[in-house]
């Protein structure tokens, strides 16, 4: 009667734990829905003498005064202190529309030291297909500055050759998206995993109805859809916010070799082992001694060499792990034995040689 007692009580705590459950639009994206990365080159004008140099520059400057028919002497190279030649970066959203602003990062190409106080001069932003996407012009805004002496010291803070233009850039070609033709909508999850793949189709045919949803692999899982765009948009929106148990992750460690740091997933275990480290430390010392000739004699100073060398072992203390060890118990012997970052990668990495270590390592 106990032991039903006791095993009601751990189903009831089971039961009562609260579940981490994740919305699907935090899990998956939709296939098709994606953004487009946008490069253009253009002129930086109005700078006060931080201007670049390159060749490239003065090219591109000539260039745009033919465009204004404004002819330069050939073998006359205007001095550009105020120009710099920059490259423009921007991100086209999915579903952006002809008319929309869009932000643009404007970095210099040449040997300009700033370009605080600098206007860009409208400049095409292009897709990897070559097409013209957006049209880009606008005034910077510089984050870092720089300071110079006559003496040729020079301070600068952060980057003073980047800058941002908000709303910097028109679109004025839309990207078609494929949101809107087929009879099914795809999720594709952002971690791959068999299960979680299994819990979401379960989750939205529960919601939805059987048959509705069905799994391509470990990633992609798709859904039946109307074919309607606004009922489309709707029956996303549906979608999204069904929540799904993830999958717990594989066993792993991850190991910085950089910065020494650590991280042991949760469901990392230990076979039985038992382990010693120890530190040795070499001191070595120099301590020269001189010594004097006696009085009235023909002798020399000397310098008589005078090594010290001494070895110190820390105390290796020996710990065992035992069967399926948790990670619990992993950060307790650890402690214990007050190991350092370097001293735990060394333990782990012997571990997991031994084959005692029931993880993936992965070293960065």
């Known amino acids: 009667?106990?032991?039903?007692?006791?095993a009601l009580c751990v189903m009831l705590a089971v039961c009562a734990a609260p579940v981490m459950a994740d919305r699907l639009?935090?899990?998956?994206?939709?296939k098709g829905v994606?953004?487009?990365q946008l490069v253009g080159y253009g002129l930086v004008v109005g700078l006060d003498g931080t201007g670049d140099s390159a060749p490239f520059t003065n090219q591109t400057f000539r260039n745009m005064m033919n465009q204004f028919g404004i002819t330069l002497p050939e073998g006359v190279n205007p001095n550009l202190a105020n120009v710099a030649a920059v490259t423009v970066s921007a991100t086209l959203p999915a579903f952006a529309k002809s008319g929309q602003e869009i932000d643009i990062t404007v970095s210099s190409m040449g040997n300009a030291d700033s370009l605080r106080g600098g206007t860009l001069l409208m400049t095409p932003l292009k897709g990897a297909d070559g097409q013209i996407y957006a049209m880009a012009q606008g005034s910077l805004v510089v984050g870092g500055f720089g300071a110079g002496g006559q003496d040729g010291s020079r301070i600068t803070v952060n980057v003073p050759s980047v800058g941002r233009?908000?709303?910097g850039a028109t679109i004025e070609r839309e990207v078609e998206s494929p949101f809107t033709r087929g009879d099914t909508i795809t999720f594709n999850l952002m971690s791959p995993d068999f299960t979680t793949a299994r819990r979401v189709v379960e989750a939205i045919n529960e919601r939805l109805g059987p048959d509705m949803a069905y799994a391509h692999d470990a990633t992609s899982v798709s859904v039946r859809a109307p074919r309607d765009p606004s009922q489309r948009v709707s029956f996303l929106s549906i979608l999204e916010n069904i929540e799904v148990n993830p999958a717990e992750s594989s066993a792993r460690v991850v190991i910085n070799s950089r910065t020494g740091t650590i991280v042991v997933g949760q469901n990392v275990k230990v076979s039985p082992a038992a382990i010693t480290h120890g530190n040795l430390t070499v001191t070595i010392q120099e301590n020269p001694e001189v010594e004097q000739p006696n009085p009235f004699t023909d002798g020399e100073t000397a310098v008589e060499p005078n090594?010290?060398?001494?070895?110190?072992?820390?105390?290796?203390?020996?710990?065992?792990?035992?069967?399926?060890?948790?990670?619990n118990e992993i950060v307790q012997a650890v402690n214990q034995v007050g190991a350092a970052p370097g001293d735990v990668m060394a333990v782990l990495e012997a571990l997991k040689q031994a084959g005692a270590l029931r993880a993936e390592l992965i070293v960065i």
């Open 1 to 6: 009667m106990i032991r039903r007692f006791l």
């Open 307 to 327: 090594t010290q060398i001494a070895v110190t072992e820390d105390p290796a203390r020996m710990f065992q792990f035992g069967p399926a060890t948790t990670l």
């Open 34 to 36: 994606r953004n487009n």
């Open 165 to 167: 233009i908000p709303n």
């Open 25 to 30: 639009k935090d899990m998956a994206k939709v």
